[in-house]
């Protein structure tokens, strides 16, 4: 066992995990912060998706330990524009990826503030193909993505 203290959701939390335990059993199994999801527990899906210091990461990959003293941002502890632009774009539908999906989002619109390229795409801007790529790690099984990418397009002005 080792013991670690992570910041989740603004509050600090001490656990002991044994080294293999990933993030995202720690938070649901150990602290019961289930709004991350496990879709594949391979890195396949996104549903999983959590915010370490402001940057986007998915937690089935991530091993607790490494993240002593790190802060973790789930979507309990999210408050952003992005979750009424869900709602009124219908980004969802039986909501499973929706946590990961948001998360994921903020992220992403950090990274393209940051001046991040993305994988493949070339264009400058925050176009719709843009965010579909830079979204392309968040599956959504319901096949909400035309209202996912509309509600991120929302908060953008665009
Ligand atoms: S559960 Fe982590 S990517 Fe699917
Ligand atoms: S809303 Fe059902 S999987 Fe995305």
Do not use: K
């Given at each position: 066992m080792t013991e670690m203290r992570m910041k989740v959701n603004g509050s600090v939390e001490s656990l002991d995990?044994?080294?293999?335990?990933?993030?995202?059993?720690?938070?649901r199994d150990r602290l019961g912060v289930t709004g991350p999801k496990k879709g594949c527990d391979q890195g396949a899906c996104g549903?999983?998706?959590v915010l370490v210091d402001g940057m986007r990461i998915n937690a089935?990959?991530?091993?607790?330990?490494?993240?002593?003293?790190?802060?973790?941002?789930?979507?309990?502890?999210?408050?952003?524009?992005?979750q009424e632009a869900f709602v009124r774009?219908?980004?969802?539908q039986c909501g499973y990826c929706t946590p990961g999906q948001i998360c994921s989002a903020i992220g992403m619109?950090?990274?393209?503030?940051?001046?991040?390229?993305s994988a493949v795409t070339e264009s400058p801007g925050l176009d719709e193909a843009e965010i579909r790529e830079r979204m392309s790690g968040n599956l959504c099984r319901c096949g909400a993505y035309?209202?996912?990418?509309?509600?991120?397009?929302?908060?953008t002005g665009r």
């Open positions: 995990v044994e080294p293999w335990v990933s993030l995202l059993d720690a938070l549903a999983c998706t089935c990959l991530a091993l607790a330990v490494q993240y002593d003293g790190r802060e973790i941002t789930t979507i309990e502890g999210v408050a952003h524009p992005l774009h219908d980004g969802f619109l950090a990274e393209y503030e940051a001046g991040m390229p035309n209202g996912i990418v509309d509600a991120i397009m929302d908060v």
